[in-house]
């Protein structure tokens, strides 16, 4: 997140995946399925879901 210009100071893990990657989104939708609580969607038109936050 801090090479695109928003800084995160937490513990946790932060990953960026281009938002149009969607062979990428559905692999990691796969992956991750047992662990996300909602899957992972594109970036919209706009920008929404640009952020995206997920409990595990």
């Known amino acids: 997140m801090r090479l695109k210009g928003m800084p995160r100071t937490s ?3 932060d990953f960026f995946i281009p938002g149009g ?3 990428n989104l559905a692999l ?3 992956l991750l399925e047992d662990e996300l609580d909602m899957p992972l969607v594109p970036m919209g038109p706009s920008g929404e879901n640009f952020i995206q936050t997920y409990q595990t």
Do not use: F, K, M, Q
Request: proline share 0%; hydrophobic share 45%; net charge negative.
């Open 21 to 23: 990657d969607l062979n």
């Open 11 to 13: 513990l946790d893990w």
């Open 28 to 30: 990691l939708n796969c």
